[in-house]
């Protein structure tokens, strides 16, 4: 089994547990090594038996040299929402599709299973924010009554309209889906799509673009300078999440059953259950660490924001027994428990 993006956050932990689980299994780690932080998965994934391999998602020769795959999980990506911003857009382009296009290549070569992570940000921003909403003592939340399809107070559905913009990271990865889609019709491939909300956990360098309840939580932790961006500068802008360890039982379902699973394109997230706005983040993160931080706050808005995203996984629950095992506090609890065992690290890898 390939993990592309396999020394990042979710692929270092995804290679590293399958590899515990099923000791049978040959893991290869490809990573570029880009990101910083990703280093530090080195000696985890060397220690859990998974072969790492340096190479470029981006680099088609990288990938071809590989040897053959049974299955590509593809979890390579540039996942800020601020990407390209700045008018350098080259990177998350070559990244995130031309990524998929070669990681694609090499399962058609191999007739491998794909399972492709995919990402909420291909729902437009904009679209979003025009969902009926109230306005609660600590959260936006989503109202009972819509008149855009595929939303309601469960959250967003497969069905909620994809027309306009979605910043570059959800266009790449929207595109890099419908190359999913045609691969699997044209050369028979399995493959599944996973649309992820926001994913946290242990090893993960949370920064203010990706990754935003880590980051709130090391905000905490080393007692830095937070703010609340947008929307009155409340903090009620809310998102669901989930522990990386829920997705990699479900990634370890949609491996051990690619027949089952061929073809699905499903919401996978904390939904509503499992859900935080950053006014409570900042509240659960004093708890939990014992720093109370005053946040300041900026009405700036900034491109691609959006005030409530919830992962309604209705189509998810049909098709599999999995639901997400661990709470909002399990998250940030199961975080701050690494981050303390790793201070030093972490710290000098976040300067």
Not at 3 to 20: E, K, M, P, Q, S
Not at 61 to 76: G, I, N
Not at 189 to 196: E, H, K, N
């Amino acid at each position: 089994m390939l993990v592309t993006g396999g020394a990042g956050f979710v692929g270092g932990n995804l290679a590293v547990r399958l590899a515990t689980r099923h000791p049978d299994w040959e893991l290869v780690a490809f990573d570029n090594l880009s990101r910083r932080g990703s280093e530090l998965n080195l000696p985890r994934l060397h220690d859990a038996g998974v072969e790492f391999v340096h190479g470029d998602v981006r680099s088609l020769t990288d990938m071809l040299r590989l040897a053959p795959a049974d299955a590509v999980v593809e979890c390579s990506a540039e996942p800020s929402a601020l990407a390209g911003v700045d008018g350098d857009t080259r990177y998350i382009v070559d990244t995130n599709l031309v990524g998929a296009y070669n990681c694609l290549e090499l399962a058609r070569r191999d007739g491998a299973h794909v399972v492709f992570l995919s990402t909420s940000r291909v729902y437009p921003y904009a679209t979003l924010d025009r969902a009926a909403y109230q306005e609660a003592p600590t959260r936006f939340e989503l109202a009972s009554e819509q008149e855009l399809p595929g939303i309601s107070a469960d959250g967003v559905s497969e069905g909620f309209p994809l027309d306009g913009p979605r910043t570059l990271y959800g266009a790449t990865k929207l595109a890099a889906e419908l190359l999913v889609t045609e691969y699997r019709k044209m050369f028979g491939m399995r493959a599944t799509i996973d649309r992820c909300g926001v994913i946290a956990g242990p090893w993960q360098m949370g920064r203010v673009d990706q990754g935003v309840f880590t980051y709130w939580l090391l905000g905490h932790y080393f007692r830095r300078e937070l703010r609340y961006i947008g929307y009155g500068g409340a903090g009620k802008q809310v998102r669901d999440l989930l522990h990386v360890d829920d997705l990699v039982d479900l990634v370890e379902d949609q491996l051990l059953r690619p027949e089952h699973w061929d073809g699905a394109t499903v919401n996978v997230g904390g939904g509503p259950h499992c859900s935080l706005s950053l006014l409570e983040t900042t509240e659960l993160c004093a708890e939990l660490t014992g720093h109370t931080l005053p946040v300041r706050a900026s009405g700036e808005t900034r491109p691609g924001d959006v005030r409530i995203y919830l992962s309604d996984c209705a189509r998810l629950a049909g098709l599999t027994e999995w639901r997400p095992r661990r709470s909002a506090r399990d998250v940030l609890a199961d975080t701050l428990k690494w981050v303390a065992a790793n201070e030093r690290v972490v710290r000098a890898t976040l300067a």
